[in-house]
């Protein structure tokens, strides 16, 4: 699949999709699921629970926001592909998802291993698709956008909060 082109996607996305170097989409693909679960396997255990300032999330609660966002997106990815513009695809309250689990005494692995098995399902929603249906627009109320699209923010979302981390999480104390 090719980049999205800008009509593909709400500009407030721009940078998770600036994040993704360039190359084949398959290939990016599963480069950042191994990068993504290699970097959160070597995220210091004393680190896991931090928070660098009250009111934000711990390493181990955004793991947890990133999985929540790649279920979002693979369904929104779906509608894309099926062809349907009827839909509503309203955004993601992240902060009320987040409030509404506790990850505190979830080990570090444990978050992997789901985050893991939910990036395998949008490896597959993404195989044996076309050029012409990664283009479709699915209706994102404010904005419209396409598979191909959410699949560079899936991954360029990932490398936003990993670099957040490694500036506020693991480069502090």
């Not at 500009?11 to 480069?31: K, M, R, S, T």
């Not at 896991?48 to 929104?76: G, P, Q, S």
């Not at 994102?140 to 959410?150: D, E, K, P, Q, Y």
Request: aromatic share 14%.
């Amino acid at each position: 699949m090719d980049r999205p082109g800008k009509i593909e996607y709400n500009p407030y996305f721009q940078h998770y999709i600036d994040l993704v170097e360039a190359g084949e989409f398959y290939n990016l693909f599963d480069y950042n699921t191994q990068f993504t679960v290699h970097f959160f396997s070597t995220v210091p255990k004393d680190k896991h629970n931090y928070k660098y300032a009250e009111n934000k999330w711990t390493v181990k609660e955004v793991l947890m926001h990133i999985t929540d966002t790649e279920r979002v997106f693979a369904y929104r990815t779906l509608v894309c592909l099926r062809g349907d513009n009827k839909t509503p695809l309203h955004s993601m309250d992240d902060n009320l998802y987040a409030s509404n689990i506790d990850v505190t005494n979830r080990t570090m692995e444990s978050l992997i291993e789901e985050f893991a098995v939910v990036r395998a399902n949008s490896k597959l929603l993404f195989s044996n698709v076309s050029e012409e249906q990664s283009m479709f627009l699915g209706n994102g109320i404010n904005h419209n956008f396409s598979a191909r699209a959410l699949g560079f923010i899936m991954m360029g979302h990932i490398l936003h909060h990993i670099n957040i981390i490694n500036e506020r999480y693991l480069d502090s104390n």
